[in-house]
């Protein structure tokens, strides 16, 4: 498109004069070290912690979807692997004694 650069210099010309905090290690002046340790970020609960159990919880970026009438629940850690094998296996009508073949085969990891 003709032009289009011109724009884009224009938008990102105008967003570095109205945000003060630029798109992790994309724009000039803010480097994704800079804004993962922004007090900012924090206030505005962009980065919140995963709560694992550990005395140092890891950060995760906090989802920006909000509901009415629906309280916003918390990021949790993934699941270990192979921790919802069982129940699937079961959903998809595998019987205790088909799964534990799977396992005994090696096709499907034990937890």
């Known amino acids: 498109m003709p032009g289009h650069q011109s724009q884009d210099r224009r938008v990102v010309s105008r967003s570095t004069r109205l945000s003060p905090i630029r798109s992790a290690g994309r724009w000039p002046g803010c480097r994704r070290y800079e804004a993962a340790h922004d007090p900012q970020f924090f206030a505005d609960r962009v980065f919140v912690p995963v709560e694992d159990g550990s005395n140092d919880p890891y950060l995760t970026i ?38 534990n073949d799977l396992h005994s085969a090696g096709a499907v990891p034990k937890k």
């Open 62 to 99: 906090n989802s920006p979807v909000r509901l009415d009438q629906e309280q916003k629940v918390p990021p949790r850690p993934a699941p270990d692997l192979g921790e919802h094998t069982q129940a699937v296996l079961s959903e998809l009508g595998f019987d205790p004694a088909a799964i």
